[in-house]
């Protein structure tokens, strides 16, 4: 009895499982490097950009099946510290990080964290290559919904950007930071409590700049 052969959907998914592996490593090389090496800071970026697109791959695998989504309870505060270091480190001394918050900020919530995650790292790192020179992390609370926020100030989301399109991405005629936008917005929808589910929110600010927000019930 032989064993049966993997599908051509497995088959992708570990392809990119490995080729993420390795992306990983060069970007811990990358950072073990002088940091006076010329071309390191945008060589970090692209291998954390080449990441997101790699990791989506395999994200939306999981998203596809019955069951994609699983949350559990997580610490808000935990990921956006962790979105700050990762913002910290590669922008260096040429963009401000800062961090808003309400006075109350829910200890816990219940989300796919690894999912919510790699949707706003995605946001993080986009925000990161467009900002001149500052990029903010915020909470939001509104009726009943915690949102993740990144903003920059230089930015700007395409009209098309600003309003779904299923369709189109369905065609698969979406790319660059769309295919983000659009994995954003799958994540996002998977949240459901009740009659309740998440959503993802892009405004064009009127003093320039871009602000992503994730909304979860």
């Known amino acids: 009895m032989t064993a049966e052969a993997p599908s051509t959907r497995a088959l992708i998914e570990s392809n990119a499982r490995e080729a993420a592996d390795l992306v990983g490593e060069l ?8 940091p006076e090496a010329h071309g390191l800071p945008a060589a970090r970026m692209v291998t954390r950009r080449l990441s997101d697109r790699l990791g989506q791959v395999m994200m939306l695998e999981r998203l596809a099946r019955a ?4 949350p559990d309870a997580w610490s808000p505060i935990e990921l956006v510290e962790e979105l700050e270091h990762e913002a910290v480190s590669l922008a260096g001394s040429r963009i401000a990080i800062d961090v808003r918050a309400p006075d109350l900020v829910p200890q816990f919530w219940f989300f796919d964290r690894e999912l919510v995650s790699m949707a706003l790292h995605n946001a993080l790192h986009s925000a990161l290559v467009y900002a001149y020179s500052a990029v903010t992390l915020e909470f939001r609370m509104s009726d009943g919904y ?4 990144i903003q920059d100030d230089a930015g700007s989301f395409p009209d098309e950007l600003l309003v779904e399109a299923p369709l189109r991405a369905e065609r698969g005629e979406c790319n660059g930071n769309a295919l983000g936008i659009h994995f954003s917005r799958l994540v996002a929808a998977g949240h459901v409590s009740g009659e309740r589910c998440g959503r993802v929110e892009l405004a064009n600010r009127g ?7 994730l909304w979860l019930p």
Do not use: N, P
């Not at 069951?67 to 699983?70: A, D, E």
């Not at 003093?207 to 927000?213: I, K, N, P, V, Y």
């Open 27 to 34: 970007t811990l090389l990358l950072d073990r490097a002088l």
């Open 67 to 70: 069951g994609g989504i699983r």
């Open 146 to 149: 915690l949102g993740f926020g």
């Open 207 to 213: 003093g320039g700049g871009t602000c992503f927000t």
